[in-house]
């Protein structure tokens, strides 16, 4: 099993410029995050999403959109890029409703917008 | 020595010797704690969870401590060795909801 796939490891975005960081998982989990990861500190959620066709805010959504149309894949959508957007951004998965609520971490796509 | 700054909290400690990180969590209603590792230029690991009815869990050279009354959570790493240097986080959550609140962890570096 590959387990949580995100795409692209590193972008280089201009101020303004949109783009779409993709995460696949294939462990059938229904549970899906997004987190930011800013230098020095802990990881912020920004969307969380319970199963296909749901998801909710987490932490810092704005600037953000996600949906999740299939278990598998749940993209997330940066539309007007800013410096703050400067960051490592994880894709997660759970399997809620198992006796354990360990996420299994993608690798971490490295997005800068200058 | 541990060191609190701008930058993450540190601890260096030399292989062999028993690492102990620690960790201060905000909610009184978190009922479910989890210790995860980051490596560098990777997505975190799980590495040990605890549920708020119990105060210690062990696993493999590892052990998780619960201080309720404190807010206070610890992971001790028996026998540290390079490999274990990485940045430790702790993560709450309640209401049985397993979504996850990140601490801001701290960076342990091991010497041979």
């Known amino acids: 099993n590959a387990g949580v796939t995100q795409t692209p490891k590193f972008r280089i975005l201009k101020i303004g410029q949109s783009m779409t960081l993709q995460c696949t998982q294939d462990?059938?989990?229904?549970?899906m995050y997004w987190y930011r990861q800013d230098p020095g500190m802990g990881l912020k959620l920004i969307y969380y999403?319970?199963?296909?066709?749901?998801?909710d805010k987490g932490e810092v959504p704005n600037g953000y959109n996600v949906s999740r149309s299939t278990t598998e894949d749940f993209p997330l959508r940066l539309e007007l890029a800013a410096p703050s957007q400067t960051s490592v951004y994880f894709c997660?998965?759970?399997?809620?409703?198992?006796?354990?609520?360990?996420?299994?971490f993608g690798e971490g796509s490295r997005l800068t917008v200058l | 020595g541990e060191s609190v700054g701008l930058h993450l909290p540190t601890l260096s400690v030399q292989e062999g010797d028993n690492s102990i990180i620690n960790c201060a969590y905000s909610?009184?209603?978190?009922?479910?704690f989890i210790w995860y590792k980051q490596e560098s230029g990777k997505g975190p690991q799980f590495i040990i969870d605890?549920?708020?009815?119990?105060d210690k869990r062990q696993g493999q050279r590892v052990t998780v401590l619960l201080n309720k009354t404190v807010k206070h959570l610890s992971l001790q790493i028996a026998a540290t060795q390079p490999g274990d240097s990485a940045v430790y986080f702790c993560?709450?959550?309640?209401?049985?909801?397993?979504?996850?609140?990140f601490g801001r962890g701290t960076s342990l570096i091991v010497h041979p």
């Open positions: 997660a998965s759970s399997r809620q409703g198992a006796n354990t609520g360990e996420l299994f």
């Open positions: 462990m059938n989990h229904n549970y």
């Open positions: 999403s319970v199963g296909a066709g749901i998801t």
């Open positions: 909610n009184s209603a978190s009922d479910y």
């Open positions: 605890i549920r708020s009815n119990m």
């Open positions: 993560a709450e959550t309640f209401g049985g909801s397993y979504i996850p609140t």
